[in-house]
T-cell receptor
């Protein structure tokens, strides 16, 4: 059974600092991995999607890496800003040999607070 | 482009009462998902529709939860009777196609349910 773990559960940093969020998963048979952002009272927004054959993806100040063999992904945020404050969720899409579902298995998230 | 719409945004009920949530996906999206997010946890998939057919409902507590997707567009999720442990945010998401490798899910703002 696939399980996704995220550490730390909460993180507080001063503005301008670079930071890394961690995600680990127990089964390396994944189709892709996504990082989402969740703001209070709002839904999830997809930040980056990494295919199982890829090692990393970048978007602006965000960089996500994937090491499928070790079951790990990291989300790197450069030069953090107060507007980055949110909960960050990691989700894996398990490999389905039947190809019928698009199930996402989520981690519990990291609550990030960037202090001005 | 309009996003995924959900209503109501908040609902407070007493245990053993019934409640229903409504979701309108992004226009043209064939796949619709309902997730349950308990406080402090990541979202958990309850049910997944492809057009108006159920693809995956393995984690739906069928003794009290039901869902339908009329004409392959809007969807309703019902709980009858509600229990205290059903207190959670119920998220609806949609995606364009089912099995595309790059396919991401777009989430609505969620309905926050409190069962007293």
């Amino acid at each position: 059974k696939q399980e996704v773990t995220q550490i730390p559960a909460a993180l507080s940093v001063p503005e301008g600092e670079n930071l890394v969020l961690n995600c680990s998963f127990t089964d390396s048979a994944i189709y892709n991995l996504q990082w989402f952002r969740q703001d209070p009272g709002k839904g999830l927004t997809s930040l980056l999607l990494i295919q199982s054959s890829q090692r990393e993806q970048t978007s602006g100040r965000l960089n996500a890496s994937l090491d499928k063999s070790s079951g790990r992904s990291t989300l790197y945020i450069a030069a953090s800003q107060p507007g980055d404050s949110a909960t960050y969720l990691c989700a894996v899409r398990p490999w389905d040999y039947g190809g019928a579902t698009n199930k996402l298995i989520f981690g519990t998230g990291t609550l990030l607070a960037v202090q001005p | 482009e309009a996003g995924v719409a959900q209503s109501p945004r908040y609902k407070i009920i007493e245990k053993r009462q019934s409640v229903a949530f409504w979701c309108n996906p992004i226009s043209g999206h064939a796949t619709l998902y309902w997730y349950q997010q308990i406080l402090g946890q990541g979202p958990k998939l309850l049910i997944q529709f492809q057009n108006n057919g159920v693809v995956d409902d393995s984690q739906l507590p069928k003794d009290r939860f039901s869902a339908e997707r009329l004409k392959g567009v809007d969807s309703t999720l019902k709980i009858q009777p509600a229990k205290l442990e059903d207190s959670a945010v119920y998220l609806c998401a949609s995606s364009l196609v089912l099995a595309g490798a790059q396919e991401t899910q777009y989430f609505g703002p969620g309905t926050r349910l409190l069962v007293l």
